[in-house]
């Protein structure tokens, strides 16, 4: 695709229940970033991947999150037992570029909205 | 722990009028960035700042960074409605081993008309 693609754009979730969220960076970007934007704030680095190696996960809030890259192209960011404090939109963002931190221009998803009840 | 601020945190302005936002961060940094984020849509690069007394214009935007005071200044120029958005200015530490990209709390801009 054009640009990097997110799904679903919307969850709800109840406490207590799993997600997992998915993004497709743009075709052939190395990098691969997700970020986590609460309400009102600016997005908040969870982790990073390098083709398919996780190399900075030092953002992740606990055990319960979880993010994979198998092939080096799609990601998945898994969530277990999902919290309320877990609600925000979750962004992805790729670079062509073998970044050992996020520097360059990153191009941004739009985003899952995840609600827990 | 790199702290970025963004003040103000809201601003309304009226067409045609002047304002700047500004941003400040708490550790040395290699780059600066400004982005724009629309309601519900992604974030959307504007402007990156390499170095001290960088400055880059952009139609009514224009951007500048001061590495010594830690600040960059985010100024609009006679403000048009379609400039209403939130704007993000993000960071990169110079050392440390936490070196991803900080982003402040944004400042979200509403222009009247």
């Known amino acids: 695709g054009a640009g990097v693609s997110q799904s679903p754009r919307y969850k709800v979730a109840k406490r207590g229940q799993d997600v997992a969220l998915r993004c497709d960076p743009i075709?052939?970007?190395?990098?691969l970033f997700w970020y986590q934007q609460a309400l009102g704030q600016g997005p908040e680095f969870l982790t990073y991947?390098?083709?398919?190696?996780?190399?900075?996960k030092s953002g992740l809030p606990s055990d319960r999150f979880f993010a994979e890259r198998p092939e080096g192209s799609v990601s998945t960011l898994k969530i277990q037992r999902t919290q309320q404090e877990d609600s925000a939109v979750y962004l992805c963002?790729?670079?062509?570029?073998?970044?050992?931190?996020?520097?360059?221009?990153?191009?941004f998803g739009e985003g899952s909205r995840l609600t827990v009840l | 722990e790199l702290k970025v601020e963004q003040n103000p945190l809201f601003l309304s302005m009226q067409e045609g009028k002047n304002y700047t936002i500004y941003c400040n961060y708490s550790?040395?940094?290699?780059?600066l960035y400004w982005y724009r984020q629309d309601p519900g849509k992604s974030l959307e690069s504007l402007f990156v700042?390499?170095?001290?007394?960088a400055v880059k214009q952009e139609g009514r935007l224009m951007a500048s960074l001061d590495t010594k005071a830690r600040l960059s200044t985010l100024h609009i120029t006679a403000a048009v409605h379609d400039l209403s958005a939130t704007y993000f200015c993000?960071?990169?530490?110079?050392?440390?081993?936490?070196?991803?990209?900080?982003f402040g709390s944004g400042t979200q801009l509403t222009v009247l008309p």
């Open positions: 700042l390499l170095s001290n007394g």
């Open positions: 993000a960071v990169v530490p110079s050392s440390g081993s936490a070196r991803q990209l900080t």
């Open positions: 075709s052939g970007h190395v990098s």
């Open positions: 991947f390098q083709n398919e190696a996780q190399l900075d």
């Open positions: 550790t040395t940094s290699d780059r």
């Open positions: 963002a790729s670079n062509t570029r073998r970044l050992r931190v996020a520097t360059g221009e990153l191009f």
